[in-house]
Structure formats: C-alpha cells, structure tokens
Nanobody
Framework: QLQASGGGSVQPGGSLRLSCAAS????????IGWFRQAPGKEREAVSY????????GYADSVKGRFTISRDNAKTTFFLQMNSLKPEDTAVYYC??????????????????WGQGTLVTVSS
C-alpha cells in the first residue's frame, strides 16, 4: 500500500512537500510516480523516478519547480513543489510500478496507488 500526505493550502509562489510511505511490498526495485487530478480533468502524470535514479521525468508544466526523490531506507518518496501556481491545484496521487515503464505518463501500468492528497494554491 501507499499512503500519501503533505497536501494543504498555500499561496501562489509558496512551497509544499508531499510524502508517500510504502508498505506491504519490497519497495526498493519499484519505480515511483506522482500524478494529479484537477476538478473536471483527467488524471495526469507529474513526475517519475526509476528505482536507481537513472531515469527521471517531469511534466513540462512542472519542470524546474518540482523535484521527485526517494528514501529507500525509509520506503518513502517525496515530491518537493516550489513556486506553486493556482493551476497546480489538484488532488495528488503517488504510485509505484514494478518494471521500467514504456511510457511513465501512462497511469494504467502502475501497480500501487496512494489515496490522494489535496493541494490548493490560492491567494
């Protein structure tokens, strides 16, 4: 299972750090991802990091502002979000995948999902 946390309300330009704790499976070999779903929109991929870190990807809309990382010892991974914008408002989901994805943006290939944590960016 995955348990996401760290969401909240922040003003534009602010920062938040999302966390996702993994349990019940061997976390180390899994790639990790973050997705988000804004009201009335489809779930979209935000970022991906392979188990070794040799592949890291970001959606164009968050490049340079968001950073994905992981702590295998603590079976936890993170999404550091800086310079937040109102359009970043969404429910954020963490996910894990047990093999290198052909397309990390495709949510159908992920094996585990967290429950979602709400991020609201508003003045």
């Amino acid at each position: 299972q995955l348990q996401a946390s760290g969401g909240g309300s922040v003003q534009p330009g602010g920062s938040l750090r999302l966390s996702c704790a993994a349990s019940g499976f061997t976390f180390g070999p899994y790639g990790i991802g973050w997705f988000r779903q804004a009201p009335g929109k489809e779930r979209e991929a935000v970022s991906y990091r392979s188990s070794s870190g040799d592949m890291i990807g970001y959606a164009d809309s968050v490049k340079g502002r968001f950073t994905i990382s992981r702590d295998n010892a603590k079976t936890t991974f993170f999404l550091q979000m800086n310079s937040l914008k109102p359009e970043d408002t969404a429910v954020y989901y963490c996910a894990a995948i047990d093999s290198p994805p052909v397309n990390w943006r495709w949510r159908g290939d992920y094996d585990y999902w967290g429950q979602g944590t709400l991020v609201t960016v508003s003045s």
